[in-house]
Nanobody, 119 residues
Framework: QVQLVESGGGLVQPGGSLRLSCAASGSIFSMNAMGWYRQAPGKQRELVAIITSGGRTNYADSVKGRFTISRGNAKNTVYLEMNSLKPEDTAVYYC?????????????WGQGTQVTVSS
C-alpha cells in the first residue's frame, strides 16, 4: 500500500500564491506519474496538473500559465506552485500517484488539502 501525504493548503487572497506538497511512501518499485486533482463543492473531481516519470507535464486549460507542477529532489515527491490564484480555484486539492510496488500496480490518493481563495 502506498501512502500520500499532502500539505500546503490554506486561505489566500485573490492574486496570491500557494505551494502544495505531496510525498508518497511505501514499497514503491517504480512511479509512472504523480498529479494534482481538485474538487469544488457540487462539482466533479478534475485534473489540475500531472507529471510523468519522464518529466512530461500536462495542465488543465484553466490553470495554464499560473500553476506549475514539479518533482522534488526527494524521491516520490511532487509540488504544485499556484500563482495568480482566483476564487474559482477554491477546492479540495488531491494528490494522486500511480506506479508499481513489489506486489503489483497502484493508483492511490491523498486525503486532500483545502485551498480557499477569498478576500
Amino acid at each position: 500500500q502506498v501512502q500520500l501525504v499532502e500539505s500546503g493548503g490554506g486561505l489566500v487572497q485573490p492574486g496570491g500564491s500557494l505551494r502544495l506538497s505531496c510525498a508518497a511512501s511505501g514499497s514503491i518499485f517504480s512511479m509512472n506519474a504523480m498529479g494534482w486533482y481538485r474538487q469544488a463543492p457540487g462539482k466533479q473531481r478534475e485534473l489540475v496538473a500531472i507529471i510523468t516519470s519522464g518529466g512530461r507535464t500536462n495542465y488543465a486549460d484553466s490553470v495554464k500559465g499560473r500553476f506549475t507542477i514539479s518533482r522534488g529532489n526527494a524521491k516520490n515527491t511532487v509540488y504544485l506552485e499556484m500563482n495568480s490564484l482566483k476564487p474559482e480555484d477554491t477546492a479540495v486539492y488531491y494528490c494522486n500517484a500511480a506506479g508499481r510496488t513489489g506486489y503489483g500496480p497502484f493508483d492511490d490518493w491523498g486525503q486532500g488539502t483545502q485551498v480557499t481563495v477569498s478576500s
